[in-house]
């Protein structure tokens, strides 16, 4: 069967290795920014959410990289696959980085996303409505236009991400990484050394291609345990993940408790 999405499954690294992004702005510079009606690194990317978008104002500019921390099961990857798609959508495209869910289930969800359709009924081919079967195709046809790019492998590395992004023919707006914990870190001595050298390698990443970074990462479970509200505090196996990103999302279901799995 035709895929709707494409797929790119390279499960190689080649070892290129990055740079700190730099650039130089004198007065004339500096003072020039936002007169020019061309997009620069300012103008917002908008997710499709427009109560989030209105949160982040400037959180969503070129460049930037946003965490998406939850618990198992809590949504992550369905919020960032509306993210993605939104940009394959209205902006200069997306890039999404699986290493948990393959390309069929991808398209499962998308699709369901785009027709209001639930995946069950695509996957068996049953509708519960008469007008199901022609929302589905036009969401198929739709699809098709979107400038989406799924790229799943099991063991992603930074360099791969680098590899894949830069060899694009145009970089898209969003890169979605989901999910951090799931990545080969280079040689570390600890996880959490390992979790602080990749977040910190796609931050550079981002710097460097203008690419809005949407990156999962996975929480403690102490959050669960304690029943509250998620911290910055509970993001898994380093502390660095927070301060190398511009904006944390976490997620949260109120009122529930223990593992969602």
């Given at each position: 069967?035709?895929?709707?999405?494409?797929?790119?499954?390279?499960?190689?690294?080649?070892?290129?290795?990055?740079?700190?992004?730099?650039?130089?702005?004198?007065?004339?510079?500096?003072?020039?920014?936002?007169?020019?009606?061309?997009?620069?690194?300012?103008d917002?990317?908008?997710?499709?959410?427009?109560?989030?978008?209105?949160?982040?104002?400037?959180?969503?500019?070129r460049?930037?990289?946003?965490?998406?921390?939850?618990?198992?099961?809590?949504?992550?990857?369905?919020?960032?696959?509306?993210?993605?798609?939104?940009?394959?959508?209205?902006?200069?495209?997306?890039?999404?980085?699986?290493?948990?869910?393959?390309?069929?289930?991808?398209?499962?969800?998308?699709?369901?996303?785009?027709?209001?359709?639930?995946?069950?009924e695509?996957?068996e081919?049953r509708?519960?409505?008469?007008?199901?079967?022609a929302?589905?195709?036009?969401?198929?046809?739709?699809?098709?236009?979107?400038?989406?790019?799924?790229?799943?492998?099991?063991?992603?590395?930074?360099?791969?991400?680098?590899?894949?992004?830069?060899s694009?023919?145009?970089?898209?707006?969003?890169?979605?990484?989901?999910?951090?914990?799931?990545?080969?870190?280079a040689?570390?001595?600890t996880?959490?050394?390992?979790?602080?050298?990749?977040?910190?390698?796609?931050?550079?990443?981002?710097?460097?291609?203008?690419?809005?970074?949407?990156?999962?990462?996975?929480?403690?479970?102490?959050?669960?345990?304690?029943?509250?509200?998620?911290?910055?505090?509970?993001?898994?196996?380093?502390?660095?993940?927070e301060?190398?990103?511009?904006?944390?999302?976490?997620l949260?279901?109120?009122?529930?408790?223990?593992?969602?799995?």
């Amino acid at each position: 069967d035709r895929s709707d999405v494409q797929v790119w499954a390279r499960g190689y690294a080649d070892g290129l290795a990055g740079s700190e992004a730099r650039s130089m702005a004198d007065a004339e510079d500096l003072a020039a920014v936002g007169e020019s009606d061309a997009p620069d690194e300012a103008d917002p990317i908008r997710s499709g959410f427009g109560e989030l978008d209105g949160l982040l104002g400037l959180g969503c500019s070129r460049g930037s990289v946003i965490i998406v921390g939850a618990r198992p099961s809590a949504g992550k990857t369905s919020l960032m696959l509306d993210w993605a798609s939104h940009a394959a959508r209205h902006g200069d495209g997306a890039l999404f980085f699986s290493m948990e869910i393959k390309d069929r289930q991808i398209g499962f969800r998308i699709l369901a996303q785009t027709s209001g359709v639930p995946v069950r009924e695509l996957v068996e081919r049953r509708y519960s409505d008469s007008g199901a079967a022609a929302r589905v195709a036009l969401a198929r046809e739709d699809m098709r236009t979107r400038r989406f790019t799924l790229d799943y492998t099991a063991r992603v590395t930074a360099d791969h991400v680098r590899y894949v992004l830069t060899s694009r023919p145009s970089l898209p707006s969003v890169v979605v990484v989901d999910y951090l914990q799931l990545m080969q870190p280079a040689v570390a001595k600890t996880p959490n050394e390992g979790i602080g050298r990749l977040s910190r390698e796609l931050k550079i990443l981002a710097q460097e291609t203008g690419c809005l970074f949407v990156v999962g990462s996975q929480l403690n479970r102490e959050c669960e345990r304690d029943n509250r509200e998620p911290r910055k505090s509970d993001l898994r196996d380093s502390g660095n993940i927070e301060e190398h990103a511009d904006v944390v999302i976490l997620l949260h279901w109120p009122g529930t408790s223990g593992d969602p799995d």
